[in-house]
């Protein structure tokens, strides 16, 4: 495969905004694959999608662009934090344990100036250049929540906050970080950072700020090992960590809750169809059946997870209750790329390890980096007549088992990337477009 198209020549007469995308097999996601497909394009939407033999016959004197390999319905990133893809020196090597890592990452965060916007945007791009369409953005410094726009991706921005107690909170925390909401340039979700990072009334009231603002919520959930212990009891590793760290919450001064973290996150009202979380490392199947019960989304970050010291997540028992998930890459602070195809991957490898064995692996973890991530962002995804025009295009064999060859064979080839019917990535005139 050589990962070239070909423009096929077309009498003047064609619209100059309709262009036919066609290749040896196309994919979907949303339905099933397309042997020697075609798509058209119209206005930065799908127009029709079908067998080229007849999308040609259907739409004649149109241009069409000629692709070696595989068209794939836009990949999801559904959890990252674009702004840190400069502080890459964190993520590249492997931590003893999640506070371990935090402390490593603190060190760089607050010892070190970096240009949050540029760091942002470099990481959109390289996104961009494995096939990402969209992401959740989760930003912490208000100067890189332009980043998706700047590049060119869809997706949604996610205001964090973290640090206040519940006093610290209503004197001015609260007031402070709806201004900059209101500052931002582009809409933006709302992005409690985790349950040891708040206070309890605190973690309330940023739910109840959300939903008064019609914003969807984002959070880390069970990423590390003694999260649960802390919620429960107050106690262990991360509630040393916390304290450490200065902050005052109930959960320590009143020796937990009695409840693990996606319970506790459940009381306050934190989850639903509106809120998405990250990692799910340490989930029970309570904590799965809770979940699936309030439509919420778990972002998956196994790459991430092997970085910071924690074993991955149970994919074999999502996959098998039934639980909807996405992927994401989480930063460059705690993975070696932002190529979602190789969390899919490192997820594929879990399951088999964990004892998956049925046949619709491939299939379900594609649709989970593809309609999984945009559930978790409430936008359409895969392609479909009517829905946008975002997809990309990979180096790789159409194959027997199209979904298998993606995982396999898809990380690092990458040849073009369209989002809303505009090329944003193209291996061969790369100069001439955004990335």
Same mark, same amino acid.
């Given at each position: 495969?050589?990962? &070239? ?47 080229? /033999? ?6 004649? +004197? ?21 702004? %840190?893809?400069?502080? /890459? ?17 603190? +060190? ?31 930003? @912490? ?19 964090? @906050? ?12 609260? +007031? ?45 959930? *069970? ?7 802390? @919620?429960?009891?107050? @106690? ?80 074999? /028992? ?37 004892? %998956? ?22 936008? *359409? ?26 995982? +396999? ?24 477009? &955004?990335?």
């Amino acid at each position: 495969m050589t990962g &070239r198209a070909a423009r096929i020549a077309r009498p003047a007469r064609w619209e100059a905004d309709v262009v036919i995308h066609s290749a040896p097999l196309v994919l979907p996601v949303s339905a099933p694959p397309v042997h020697d497909g075609a798509l058209v394009v119209r206005r930065g939407r799908i127009v029709a999608l079908g067998p080229r /033999a007849g999308i040609l016959a259907s739409w004649p +004197e149109r241009e069409e662009t000629r692709w070696d390999g595989v068209i794939v319905a836009g990949l999801v990133n559904a959890h990252t934090h674009l702004q %840190y893809t400069h502080m /890459a020196e964190v993520g590249q090597r492997t931590h003893a344990s999640f506070e371990e890592w935090s402390t490593a990452f603190d +060190e760089v965060y607050f010892g070190t100036p970096i240009d949050w916007a540029a760091s942002a945007l470099d990481g959109a791009r390289q996104a961009l250049r494995s096939g990402t369409t969209s992401a959740a953005d989760v930003v @912490t410094d208000l100067p890189a929540a332009g980043a998706l726009r700047a590049a060119g991706l869809g997706g949604l921005p996610y205001l964090e @906050t973290l640090g206040d107690n519940d006093a610290s909170w209503a004197g001015s925390g609260r +007031e402070r970080f709806a201004a900059m909401l209101d500052a931002a340039e582009v809409p933006m979700g709302i992005s409690p950072h985790a349950p040891y990072t708040l206070d309890t009334g605190t973690l309330r009231d940023v739910t109840a700020l959300a939903r008064s603002r019609g914003a969807r919520l984002h959070i880390h959930l *069970a990423e590390g090992e003694h999260e649960r212990e802390y @919620t429960v009891s107050g @106690t262990g590793p991360l509630a040393l960590m916390v304290r450490e760290l200065g902050f005052d919450f109930a959960v320590l001064r009143e020796g937990g809750t009695g409840l693990g973290p996606t319970a506790f996150l459940d009381e306050l009202g934190v989850l639903g169809p509106r809120c998405h979380v990250a990692h799910g490392v340490h989930l029970d199947a309570d904590d799965r059946a809770l979940l699936r019960a309030r439509g919420t989304v778990v972002a998956l970050c196994p790459r991430s997870n092997r970085t910071v010291g924690t074993r991955g997540p149970d994919v074999a /028992a999502l996959l098998t209750e039934g639980n909807p998930i996405a992927v994401g890459t989480d930063s460059l602070s705690s993975s070696p790329s932002l190529d979602l195809l190789e969390d899919v991957a490192a997820l594929r490898d879990l399951a088999v390890r964990q004892g %998956y064995r049925a046949a619709d692996l491939d299939r379900r973890l594609v649709e989970a980096a593809t309609l999984g991530g945009a559930r978790a962002l409430g936008v *359409a995804g895969g392609l479909a007549p009517g829905g946008p025009a975002d997809f990309a295009v990979f180096d790789v064999s159409p194959g027997a088992r199209p979904y298998r060859t993606l995982i +396999e064979e898809g990380p690092g080839r990458c040849v073009a990337t369209v989002v809303a019917g505009e090329m944003m990535w193209d291996q061969r005139t790369a100069a001439a477009v &955004r990335c």
